[in-house]
Nanobody
Framework: QVQLVESGGRLVQAGGSLRLSCAAS????????MAWFRQAPGKEREFVAA????????NYGDSVKGRFTISRDNAKNTVHLQMNSLKPEDTAVYYC??????????????????????WGRGTQVTVSS
């Protein structure tokens, strides 16, 4: 099991930027695809971005393409989500997730939440208009 702790969420004005971080425990972090999801009140959990364990493959949700960037530092067991040009509709709790499936390819970056086994508790991002 991977322990995940998110940080960096706060109140920001529309048009601003935030960088979220996810710190992971475990020696095999570098072999896990990682992702960010978000959930707004009364809505389903939504895919935001994913990155393969090798870092060479990324996927993004349609609503964040061109504005958000996911990255990882395997030496530091961390994943980041750089969020630019924030909009009020980006307001949500943001969750970090790990796909701990063994033997996944270095280009696997799933977009379905059902592919992810371990989740953090989330960090609140609020974008004011």
């Amino acid at each position: 099991q991977v322990q995940l702790v998110e940080s960096g969420g706060r109140l920001v004005q529309a048009g601003g930027s935030l960088r979220l971080s996810c710190a992971a425990s475990g020696r095999t972090f570098s072999r896990y695809a990682m992702a960010w999801f978000r959930q707004a009140p009364g809505k389903e959990r939504e895919f935001v971005a994913a990155i393969s364990w090798g870092g060479g493959s990324t996927n993004y949700g349609d609503s964040v393409k061109g504005r958000f960037t996911i990255s990882r530092d395997n030496a530091k067991n961390t994943v980041h989500l750089q969020m630019n040009s924030l909009k009020p509709e980006d307001t949500a709790v943001y969750y970090c997730a790990a796909d701990t499936t063994m033997g996944q390819t270095r280009y696997s970056a799933p977009m379905s939440r059902y592919e992810y086994d371990d989740w953090g508790r989330g960090t609140q991002v609020t974008v004011s208009s």
